[in-house]
């Protein structure tokens, strides 16, 4: 998972946090650490290499620019050389009518991808459809038909062959966005290099997206390179970021090819998709959260700006809190959206305590119809005996409304232990985070 390679990371922010004196040998600590971070990450040795001796080229007897300690521009140069190693430049298509193929290897991911980028040219106002141009793999075409469902987009599957029902959609769809969802093979071979260069002349693509998983690590450059030269590509869509232990090795190898990383899947939910940006998938990585992707996908769902933003602000009573927590789930896993925030990243919370079921949910709205309305704004003020009669009226058990109570305050104390993002505006990295914009103004 990309939690170790993260909390490796803050290690080494934190070390230089920590540093009395920035010389020679405290410089070749932490690059020590992070060579040793991005080779778990199974980052190419020789990238590894380029990258420590650019930040000791840097660092090493510099004279920090106006307005910065050398401390302070120690962080802000690792920041910028992981940022670069892994990227460089924001992920982006343009928001359009359009053709976009997808092509890959056997079992990178590309039908389920399909569906979720679909998801995600919803939300940005465009009406996308799927054609289901894969006739190698038994049922695939049925799978991306579920997708379809799922992301509540038309598919298009009319046809033998794939440039048959490539050339029907053509012709039927009215929708301003086909997503053309192509065979893969275990092996980029003739064969298939045959039949995507045969669709590529019937489509004419606007964008040809190679997906690559994330657990290929360090081999994704040499697939992105070989798939360029035969088909040409656009950009990459690094899927199963969360699954595997090697993303960071991925996206480097994937930088460095001759397309850009435009994507990557976070999960299997079909809205666990974003836009590829190095500045704020690092800042989430060292601890600093993503405000501004919790405001988007807020804005997304419908939540207002200002009801998101009092999510983080830890003041609120049982009633918000519910409806707060309703609001959150609509954006995916609640361990995610919180990941979003500032500072809880670098909290040790217990695996899938974030996470509510749709069953609990139930339970704790039959609970909180069943208080007063004082109880809600003082939930402080519930004791045993009122724990049994809101029980009653709900028709649950005691400890039912116990695990409420607890969960509530719980929730509670970790947002306030962050303080909505602003605990950090203080400490060794508080002008850090200011400076180069993590959105703290949320």
């Not at 920090?64 to 401390?71: A, Q």
């Not at 590509?233 to 190898?253: F, M, N, P, S, Y």
């Not at 190095?278 to 419908?302: C, S, T």
Request: charged share 30%.
């Amino acid at each position: 998972m990309l939690d170790k390679f993260g909390d490796s990371l803050k290690k080494s922010f934190r070390k230089i946090a920590g540093l009395g004196v920035v010389d020679k040998e405290a410089v070749e600590l932490v690059v020590r650490d992070l060579q040793r971070a991005m080779l778990q990450a199974d980052v190419d040795v020789e990238l590894v290499s380029g990258l420590s001796d650019s930040i000791k080229k840097k660092i090493i007897g510099a004279k920090p620019p106006t307005g910065l300690t050398l401390k302070e521009y120690f962080v802000k140069t690792l920041y910028d050389e992981i940022v670069e190693f892994l990227g460089k430049e924001k992920g982006e298509i343009a928001l359009k009518p359009q053709r976009v193929l997808l092509i890959g290897l056997f079992g990178s991911g590309k039908t389920s991808t399909a569906g979720k980028l679909s998801k995600w040219l919803q939300t940005k106002g465009l009406k996308p459809a799927l054609v289901a141009c894969d006739t190698h793999r038994a049922a695939a075409q049925e799978q991306l038909k579920q997708v379809g469902k799922k992301a509540k987009v038309n598919v298009y599957w009319e046809g033998k062959k794939p440039e048959d029902i490539a050339r029907n959609a053509l012709k039927k769809a009215k929708e301003e966005v086909l997503i053309f969802d192509s065979a893969g093979r275990d092996a980029l071979d003739k064969v298939l290099a045959k039949e995507l260069k045969s669709m590529g002349k019937v489509i004419k693509p606007d964008e040809v997206l190679l997906v690559i998983p994330a657990d290929l690590g360090q081999a994704a450059r040499k697939q992105a390179e070989e798939f360029n030269k035969l088909v040409g590509i656009t950009g990459i869509i690094v899927t199963k970021l969360d699954g595997t232990a090697k993303g960071g090795g991925a996206l480097a190898a994937a930088s460095v090819s001759e397309a850009e990383v435009k994507f990557i899947g976070t999960g299997e939910g079909i809205g666990d998709f974003q836009v590829y940006d190095p500045r704020r998938f690092v800042g989430k990585l060292i601890g600093y959260g993503d405000i501004q992707g919790l405001l988007e996908k807020a804005k997304e769902i419908g939540i207002k700006p200002e009801e998101a933003k009092k999510i983080l602000e830890g003041e609120f009573t049982l009633n918000e809190f519910f409806e707060q927590i309703k609001s959150m789930q609509k954006m995916g896993s609640l361990s995610k959206v919180m990941d979003m925030v500032p500072g809880v990243p670098g909290l040790k919370i217990p695996k899938g305590f974030m996470d509510v079921q749709e069953e609990k949910m139930k339970k704790w709205s039959h609970i909180i119809n069943s208080m007063t309305p004082q109880e809600k704004r003082e939930p402080d003020t519930i004791k045993a005996s009122r724990i049994k009669r809101i029980s009653k009226g709900a028709g649950v058990s005691d400890g039912d409304v116990r695990e409420l109570l607890k969960y509530y305050k719980q929730v509670k104390k970790v947002i306030k232990l962050t303080k909505g993002g602003k605990g950090l505006k203080r400490g060794p990295l508080a002008r850090f985070a200011k400076q180069f914009g993590f959105g703290m103004e949320a």
